[in-house]
């Protein structure tokens, strides 16, 4: 079974303008979700999926470029997950988890915890 863990980011955000960006104890949301893939060790590949040029940048200071994948202005904007999340259609997996870009206190033990587990269930 090949799991896999992604992050979406966007600038573009109704209630908190650019909130991926803003300083955030004395770091962003993006660099925090970007640290925490890095940290993952339970995950057959991690990914990082964005539109705005920052963001990709801010994600390559903790991941390599291979692991970085550029949506386009449609996936970044959409609110049809579908659309959002049709980056991922050229990567090899049987599961993915798609961790909330927001969370920033989510621990990477916490994310591996849950890979872990669902590794050992005989639900799918």
């Known amino acids: 079974m090949k799991l896999i863990a992604i992050v979406n980011a966007r600038l573009k955000s109704t ?31 991690v990914y990082f999926g964005a539109h705005e040029n920052q963001l990709l940048a801010i994600a390559g200071r903790s991941l390599p470029s291979n692991l970085i994948r550029q949506r386009t202005a449609e996936m970044a904007n959409s609110e049809d997950m579908m659309v959002a999340f049709s980056w991922i259609r050229d990567i090899d997996f049987d599961y993915c988890m798609w961790i909330n870009s ?15 587990v669902f590794r050992k269930s005989p639900y799918r």
């Open 15 to 45: 209630r908190c303008k650019e909130k991926m960006i803003r300083s955030f104890a004395d770091t962003t949301l993006v660099d925090i979700a970007a640290k925490r893939l890095a940290g993952l060790e339970n995950f057959d590949g």
């Open 102 to 116: 927001c969370h920033a206190h989510l621990k990477p033990a916490t994310v591996d915890k849950a890979a872990e």
